[in-house]
């Protein structure tokens, strides 16, 4: 089957931007189906093991020289394919935001 041509207003996932599925962008769609899997089954569930992941996904790409739109948007369409509450939406978010923009804890204290 053949894909559809992506339209130029259409941003590509992490593992697209990134030309295929790297650790963290594979970590990132694990650590979102692990989430929505306990959470389905009624599990104490944690972002922490998102947070890691969508953090790895921001270095990465900005490594890449992506952008922060690129990035922000990247995450998004990420969440998009694992549908999950607005409070781990908006968390991702924030995540994303604020990794690309402050330095990472070991550069904080040098």
Same mark, same amino acid.
């Given at each position: 089957?053949?894909?559809?041509?992506?339209?130029?207003?259409?941003?590509?996932?992490?593992?697209?931007?990134?030309?295929?599925?790297?650790? +963290? *962008?594979?970590? =990132?769609? %694990?650590?979102?189906?692990?989430?929505?899997?306990?959470? #389905?089954?009624?599990?104490?569930? /944690?972002?922490?093991?998102?947070?890691?992941?969508?953090?790895?996904?921001?270095?990465?790409?900005?490594?890449?020289?992506?952008? +922060? *739109?690129?990035? =922000?948007? %990247?995450?998004?369409?990420?969440?998009?394919?694992?549908? #999950?509450?607005?409070?781990?939406? /908006?968390?991702?978010?924030?995540?994303?935001?604020?990794?690309?923009?402050?330095?990472?804890?070991?550069?904080?204290?040098?």
């Amino acid at each position: 089957m053949s894909q559809k041509p992506r339209r130029s207003n259409e941003l590509a996932t992490p593992a697209e931007a990134l030309g295929g599925g790297t650790l +963290p *962008v594979l970590r =990132l769609d %694990a650590a979102l189906a692990r989430y929505r899997s306990r959470f #389905a089954r009624g599990h104490d569930v /944690s972002l922490k093991e998102i947070e890691a992941a969508v953090c790895s996904v921001v270095d990465e790409m900005k490594a890449d020289d992506r952008g +922060p *739109v690129e990035v =922000l948007l %990247a995450i998004k369409r990420q969440l998009a394919a694992h549908p #999950a509450s607005a409070t781990v939406h /908006s968390a991702a978010v924030h995540w994303c935001i604020e990794r690309y923009y402050l330095p990472k804890q070991d550069e904080r204290s040098s």
